[in-house]
């Protein structure tokens, strides 16, 4: 069957990765009709998959996403308004920016500055440590140095700060880097397009989001029959390294002591969580040109 809205996919993309470019689409890796990206630009971000992860999310009254991140799965439910009110966790401080983009605080003019690899290390600020590292990892300064010049100019392009186009072409590095593919530009456009994705339904989502900074232990207490719980933790054998080294037979310890269904992405879990949807995706890596093909499953430990 060939889908009718192929042309306006999210994942036209991957589909034609993975099924191939000529495939009639049958095995549609699933039609995701949003314009935007869900959430912040942010390392592990499941903006690809979002819709799929909704889908298969049982509805309830609050969803709490325990292990928010840059907050995709919780901005794409509340795109379909699945739940009423929505609680966003992570042990570091990315669910406050995602709070704060929602209402526009990084269209500052500040926030669309050049950061330079100098300034990049001696900030705290969580948003331009997401916009300006590699990978949006919020470790590593984006450009390299030979390039960093050049991608002034094309950050200031393409934001519209100024017109410097005679000098992008007069630049050695024009030839070989698109000026319009500028990666720190379009991380701060991701994030000032947030609040668009609501359009005038914006305000009605001001009271219905609560954001807390915990480890997720921290919010058994307030889990209950009227909450979906999500965790998207860190994947075991992965990069859990990078989030300061998570300890995974704990968490599965802790899932199973909730009286209530705790769902979990992961690649594998041990036997007592079932497995609630499964589908093919690509895993990017930006350290990496090579794509690397997974199988992400949604699991679910059932609540005693
Ligand atoms: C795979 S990322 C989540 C990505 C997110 N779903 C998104 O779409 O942007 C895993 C997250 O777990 C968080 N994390 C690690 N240990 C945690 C803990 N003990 N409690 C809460 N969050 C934790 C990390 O900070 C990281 O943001």
Partial sequence: MIKPDCKTCRNRKECDIVLGKNSDRTGCLEWTPSRFSYGLPYKGSKNSIADWIVDNLPPNLILIDLFAGGCAVTHAAMCRGKYLGYLVNDINEAPQVFYKALFGEYDDPHYKQFVSREMFFGTNDMALKLIWSFGTDGKTYIYGKDIEHYKKLCH????????????????????NHKWSNCQSAMNWERIHNIPLSFGEDLENIRGRIIVQQNSYEELGPIISP????????????????CYGGFDHEKFYDWCREQKHDIYVSEYQMPDDFE???????IVRSAA??????STEKLFVHRGG
Avoid at 275 to 281: F, G, H, L, N
């Fill in 275 to 281: 497995i609630v949807a499964e589908r093919p995706k």
């Fill in 288 to 293: 990496e040109s090579n794509k690397i093909y």
């Fill in 156 to 175: 200031f392009q393409r934001l519209g700060i100024c017109d410097v186009m005679d000098f992008i072409k007069a630049d050695p590095h024009y030839p």
């Fill in 226 to 241: 009227i909450t979906t719980v999500y965790c998207d933790i860190p994947y075991k054998g992965t990069n859990s390294g």
